[in-house]
């Protein structure tokens, strides 16, 4: 759990963008901000007034910010730093009598490197922004600030305001900070522009909550502050209460959002590039007393550039005091995430995965939460119950990450899958949270693979041990440690051969430098590496080398799709004009797998012949038919010869299916009519043809003497390929072929024999 906890980026939402939906009973207003704007080549602001009534309490705020190409060089390229602004009315005016209002920071965001992401790329992202309800009122400005130095991706952001009761209600703040800061000047010292800050708390605050936001910038000098270095800073509250606050996002390389351009694996101080800016907080409430005054020190922890005049470094801050009243209920859980199984875009990383449900919890009630009971169902199913205990009580905000011990079956024939969670109860009590203790997901089966050869190939790059490469093979099932490969030495080839029982497995790359197997940034020093996994002969995952800190691949062992239907011609013999032959095929499932037959139809060169496809039994409708074991597919085929025929016909019957080893399979059918076996010489139109399939040279023996052979296309279209011929046998070399049919037609005399060839990767 831990490992899971570690890898899910931490996304500061209630409603997962994407195929996970929180169950809203309330009605939702969508206030729009933005609508498909890029902001310039320099540091810029757009604005846009929002109404929400001042008489509708709001359960959920949610701020939401999608970014969409087309991008490229100077259009949303670089990572720069966006922030969302309410303007607050202070009642005082400036020099020219206009009214003077306060910027109060909502929401930071740093954009990804996104210059060569395709033209139709999007991606959203969302904040709770339900504390600052009191900030909107029938009119209140919001301000999106970019600070960058090229142009931007497009940006659409919008305001989702959802009815309800929200866990608690803010109804004050102080901003104490606001502002860039230098960090490591030791001739203007930060630590003047962030202790000493004052503030008086309301007599009628109930509870009081710190928020600060803190982001790094600038490198080059001393520790490559600010962006790249770690530092763990102090926070005092009233000259006692003393917090830590550890300035360090370690999970960019993990970023849902990837592979990006430029650095975006690296940790970093506060943020990733293409994340939201996850603020510090804490209950400060036993810290501070109502009514009387309270003092904030941000203590940075003591630093100097020795290069700061060359490459400044400087944090962004902003701290806010929040003031509230208590929760509205007292045993009140709600669903923030849904993170396993999910094809949510944000979870990803995780997904999709045929282990155990994921789900994180928050207690947004007055009790501490000591246990939970949870329903849950798959794909429609009767709801199950399931008792959690804490390991230590959740306060008010806490959050927990609850492991469901049902895992995800397998649906044959495969469908859209859907997994439902509610929390029912709350130590004991119904669960009071009427709107968000409900979440549905949808998602996607994992791939099921033979596991008698299951192969891993992993080549290592340079500095292997430095990085930490490694890969390990788990049982999800039992936990079970199968395999796992780690302190390879640089540049090795290692093949893992494994087989594989029956059930749910998960393969895991890491590299905890967050460099990947082959990145950009690092190819010179480091060169590239590469890792790949084949199951009975087949690819079924391959490694994107520029990964970050490293890749997850679930899977599942079992029976795969395998189609048994004859392969021998189908030999129609002589058939009179006007008589026409028909033959059958009959075809199974060979395994316990449903097999999905998706097609079935003949060809011919020319198309003419006669060969066609009389029905099949059961009718194959468009979108394919699903046979499970025990169950068939007849086909009935027909030879009805327009003419007299001097030589053998052949066609070819294809069928396409989701078989594991051979998803097409191409069987040949063969006729003429009594005519031409009046013809003398009847040998000179036999051939034969191997090997079929063919993925390199195919050879072709005939009964005379060949002296001429061309190889088309079933358009008709002239492949040249090198071709030797000696005698009656000929030999194609097929291997630069794209997989298909072809015909190769050859000359013996003063005959022509048609020869299909399949070729198959």
Known sequence: MQRLEHIAV??????????????????TLTIPLLSNERFPAQPSEKQAVVRLPADRSYARLLLLLRLSCPCGPGLGEWDYTVRFFALRPTGQLDSSGAPIQERIEIARFITPYAANRPSTWSWTW?????????????????????????????????????????????????????????????????????????????????????????????????????????????????????????????DCGWNPVY?????????????????????????????????????????????????????????????????????????????????MPTDAPPMRRLNPTCGRPLVVVRNDGRDSIRSLVLEYAFDGQP????????????????????????????????????????????????????????????????????????????????????????????????????????????????VA???????????????????GLAWWATQQQLGSGALWISAGGKRVFTLDGDCGKGAIFNFRVGPVPQLDVPRDTVDFGATPVGTPVRRQLTIHPATAAALHITQVQVSSFPSNLGFRIVSTQPPLPAEGLWLRSGEQLTVTLEYSPQQEETRWRTALLTITSNDYDEPTVRIVLRGTTPSALSVQEPSAVEWSASPQPASDVVRIELAQQVTEIRLLSLEGRQRDVPIRTEGTSAELDCSTLAPGVYIAIATTGARRVTVPIVVVR
């Open 10 to 27: 931490r996304w500061c939402v209630l409603l997962l963008v994407g195929c996970v939906t929180v169950a809203q009973a309330g009605d």
């Open 497 to 515: 051969l494994l087989q594989l029982e029956d059930g749910c497995y998960q393969f895991r790359f890491e590299n905890p430098a967050g460099y």
């Open 126 to 250: 969302q904040w709770d922004i339900t504390d600052y309800r009191f900030l909107f009122g029938d009119s209140t400005t919001v301000v999106v600030q970019y600070q960058g130095w090229t142009q931007s991706a497009m940006f659409t952001a919008w305001i989702q305001a959802i009815e309800g009761v929200p866990p608690y209600e803010v109804f004050a703040l102080d901003q104490l900070i606001n502002g860039s800061f230098p960090y490591g000047n030791p001739n203007d010292p930060i630590d003047q522009y962030t202790t000493g800050k004052r503030f008086r708390v309301p007599s009628t605050a109930e509870m009081v909550k710190l928020r600060i936001t803190t982001t790094g910038h600038g490198f080059g000098g001393t520790d490559n502050a600010a962006e790249f270095a770690e530092k763990t800073h102090t926070i005092v509250v009233g000259q006692r209460a003393t917090y830590r606050q550890h300035l360090w996002r370690d």
């Open 259 to 339: 592979p990006q351009d430029g650095t975006w694996p690296l940790s970093r101080a506060g943020w990733c590039p293409g994340d939201v800016v996850h603020p510090w907080e804490q209950w400060i409430t036993a810290d501070v007393q109502p009514g009387q005054e309270s003092v904030l020190d941000d203590q940075m922890e003591p630093f100097v550039n020795e290069q700061f005049s060359a490459h400044p470094s400087s944090y962004l801050i902003t701290a806010q005091v929040l003031y509230a009243r208590q929760p509205a209920f007292s045993t009140r859980a709600s669903i923030v995430e849904l993170r």
């Open 383 to 494: 709801m199950q119950p399931f008792q959690w205990t804490a390991s230590s009580p959740l306060r008010l905000g806490d959050t927990a990450s609850i492991e469901l011990p049902t895992m995800a079956g397998v649906l044959d024939p495969p469908a859209p899958r859907r997994l439902e969670i509610a929390i029912t109860r709350v130590n004991g009590q119904p669960n009071q949270e009427g709107q968000f203790h409900r979440a549905v997901s949808t998602f996607t089966d994992v791939p099921t693979v033979p596991g008698d050869s299951v192969v891993v190939y992993f080549k290592t790059n340079r500095a292997a041990a430095e990085q930490g490469l490694a890969w390990r093979l788990e049982r999800l099932d039992d936990g079970v440690l199968i395999a796992e490969r780690r302190n390879l030495g640089d540049e090795v080839t290692d």
